[in-house]
């Protein structure tokens, strides 16, 4: 499985951003997809996950702020980050779980400035 995802940049508090991630390759059996993230020297954590069937998981930080939606036709998912805080900036990595296995993508940088 191979992901490329799109979007991120630089946005001040309170602003939004988008991002996008195409799966490609071996992708029957994809189930969750979903969004990770990691801060400068802090561990990789869930941000928002969405099933084939459709049920998300947000984590709590992001819960009423962020928008995880998807496309299983076109194999992508959509995350809507809005009303963004600088404690967001991180690097968020797209993640597609395939019978079992975990599948990432390179990562995109997001910034929030004060």
């Known amino acids: 499985v191979q992901l490329q995802a799109c979007g991120g940049g630089m946005v001040r508090a309170g602003g939004c951003l988008r991002l996008?991630?195409?799966?490609?390759?071996?992708?029957?059996?994809?189930?969750?997809m979903g969004w990770y993230r990691q801060a400068p020297g802090k561990q990789r954590e869930m941000v928002a996950l969405?099933?084939?069937?459709?049920?998300?998981q947000y984590a709590d930080s992001v819960r009423d702020r962020f928008l995880i939606s998807r496309d299983n036709a076109k194999i992508m998912v959509t995350l809507q980050m809005d009303r963004l805080k600088p404690e967001d900036t991180a690097v968020y990595f797209c993640?597609?779980?395939?019978?079992?296995?975990?599948?990432w993508g390179r990562g995109t940088q997001v910034t929030v400035s004060s």
């Open positions: 993640i597609a779980r395939n019978l079992g296995e975990d599948f």
């Open positions: 969405i099933s084939f069937a459709g049920i998300t």
């Open positions: 996008t991630c195409t799966a490609s390759g071996s992708i029957f059996g994809i189930n969750d």
